[in-house]
């Protein structure tokens, strides 16, 4: 089975950066793709402006870190479009400033985990009747280089001189393994899991980033989400339990 067979698509967090991004990308190669957001006017209205580019985008509600709102989605899709062929694990938050370990509020670090680990997981299990039921389905969870552990700890690395955080590097290195734990699970089904580090995009999402580091970011979403649409693409004898970015394997 090739790349031609994947017709459909959810995306979430797709009303805006990278996740639109990886929407809008998806859209274009002619797939049916379903616009997740938490907020039903941005989900529309990001539906809206695929739809008039010419694309079938198609919002729907989605709160990842609500089992009810996941499993909503989930019948919303089935009655929709009777499949799901990509699924693109894109809502992510950062939970604000950064938290260092010896003084983090518990409480933040406990909503990033809900949001980019947790939420994951609703939405993925939510999901998989209708994966099973794709001849070639894709699961790309959309995680950060600075879940590398390998850069983290490398002298030569900018990610080395990054001040420690409890909250969100910590919830992407646990995604990443939680990628690695689907695609075992996953691997007799033949659904490709993959894990997909965008890079540093000049989004709303990196302005705390952009303040803690003092780094000038000038790539793009369209640019982040390329790997993230190269993944959800993959033929069947493409990788599965890995982590890449624009230029391969990043390192754990």
């Known amino acids: ?35 997740g957001a938490r907020d039903p006017d941005l989900g529309a209205k990001a539906a809206a402006s695929l739809r008039t580019a010419g694309h079938d985008a198609r919002a729907v509600v989605l709160d990842v870190t609500d089992p009810a709102s996941a499993g909503a989605a989930a019948r919303e899709v089935a009655s929709s479009a009777g499949r799901l062929d990509v699924l693109v694990n894109n809502a992510g938050v950062s939970g604000g400033a950064l938290h260092p370990p010896d003084e983090a509020d518990l409480d933040v670090v406990r909503r990033v985990f809900d949001t980019n680990l947790f939420g994951v997981i609703r939405v993925t299990n939510a999901m998989l009747p209708l994966l099973r039921e794709s001849p070639a389905a894709r699961i790309v969870n959309v995680s950060s280089g600075t879940a590398s552990m390998t850069h983290m700890t490398d002298p030569g690395h900018y990610f080395r001189d990054l001040p420690g955080s409890a909250a969100y590097p910590a919830s992407k290195a646990a995604l990443n393994m939680l990628t690695i734990q689907y695609a075992k699970r996953l691997r007799a089904a033949r659904i490709l899991v993959n894990a997909a580090a965008p890079g540093a995009c000049a989004t709303d999402f990196t302005a705390e980033f952009t303040r803690a580091t003092g780094r000038t970011i000038t790539r793009t979403a369209e640019q982040g989400a390329a790997i993230a649409i190269r993944l959800a693409t993959l033929d069947d004898d493409g990788p599965t339990g890995g982590f890449f970015d624009d230029d391969g394997p990043v390192p754990w």
């Open 1 to 35: 089975m090739d790349a031609s067979t994947i017709t459909t698509a959810l995306v979430t967090g797709a009303n805006k950066g990278i996740g639109r991004a990886v929407a809008e990308g998806l859209a274009g190669r002619g797939m049916t793709v379903f616009i």
